[in-house]
């Protein structure tokens, strides 16, 4: 029988460089969507039939949370692990869908992001790292919670630039964190090691089952950017595209992540 494949070691984040990503994320959009006119704000994205309105109420919905869950009663037993969240979320695509709608009739957008900040930094200020949060997928701690809400900023600033045809920069460490909680989110769902993703410079994993190697160059190596790894992860890109587009490269007969992706849902 094949060796049992070992559990990959939980990463950890920095809480106060964490939390400075969060802060920083929510700017650049801000910034990025002060004054857009009507035609603007009424642009479709990629996401289904969302308009820009719509998805940077999203955004704000995501931002938000933070501060609902805080104001609530804490759970007792934490439920999710960070690097399970990503799974998690696929069953509550048509809650999320429901409530961004009905967000985005509420208010302009503008206002939504301003109230969504103003809130953010009274529970930073107030609120432990260590906190638990009733949260959609289950109770996660504050910290995991604010690491995926880095992931929730830098994917939707994605859709955002894709949207406006513009160019909206990236926190280094919200960046960062998308993609190794991406990257593991890949590890947990096929475990195993015949297969080394390498996301340079902020990952590198191994998964599938298979032959493990054990010195040298793998023989199944994935290679590519940050912003195209997470453009994978969350399904916004295809592997066939990134293939065509030279924006991956795959070496080894196993070297095919097609099955295996989106890991967020």
């Known amino acids: 029988m094949p060796p049992a494949q070992r559990k990959p070691r939980a990463r950890t984040y920095d809480p106060a460089k964490v939390r400075a990503a969060v802060t920083a ?28 309105r719509d998805l940077v109420a ?31 979320t696929a069953a509550h695509a048509g809650t999320v869908d429901e409530n961004t709608r009905a967000l985005a009739a509420q208010a302009e957008p503008e206002e939504l992001l301003t109230r969504a900040a103003d809130r953010l930094a009274v529970t930073l200020a107030s609120t432990p790292d260590d906190r638990l949060l009733a949260g959609r997928v289950g109770a996660i ?7 995926t809400r880095c ?5 939707h600033g994605d859709d955002l630039a894709a949207a406006l045809g513009a ?26 090691g015949s297969v080394e ?10 998964c599938a089952e298979g032959p493990r190697h054990t010195r040298g160059t793998p023989p199944n190596v ?26 991956v490269s795959a070496s080894g007969e196993r070297a ?10």
């Open 197 to 206: 993703v390498r996301i340079p410079p902020f990952a590198v994993v191994q």
């Open 167 to 192: 160019e909206i920069p990236y926190d280094r460490q919200a960046l960062a964190a998308a993609t190794r909680v991406l990257a593991d989110a890949l590890a947990a769902k096929a475990p195993g």
């Open 222 to 247: 994935v290679e590519t950017d940050p912003l195209t790894w997470i453009r994978l992860a969350t399904g916004r890109m295809s592997w066939a595209d990134a293939l065509g587009a030279a924006a």
């Open 141 to 147: 701690r504050l910290d995991d919670f604010l690491v």
């Open 58 to 88: 999203h955004i704000a919905m995501c931002v938000g949370a933070v501060s609902r869950y805080a104001e609530q009663p804490a759970p007792s037993v934490r439920e999710v692990a960070l690097v399970d969240w990503p799974a998690a």
């Open 25 to 52: 994320q929510l700017q650049y959009v801000r910034e990025a969507v002060a004054g857009l006119s009507a035609e603007q704000w009424a642009l479709p994205t990629r996401l289904g039939d969302w308009s820009v």
């Open 256 to 265: 095919d992540l097609s099955a295996l992706l989106p890991v967020l849902g």
């Open 151 to 155: 992931i929730e900023l830098t994917v």
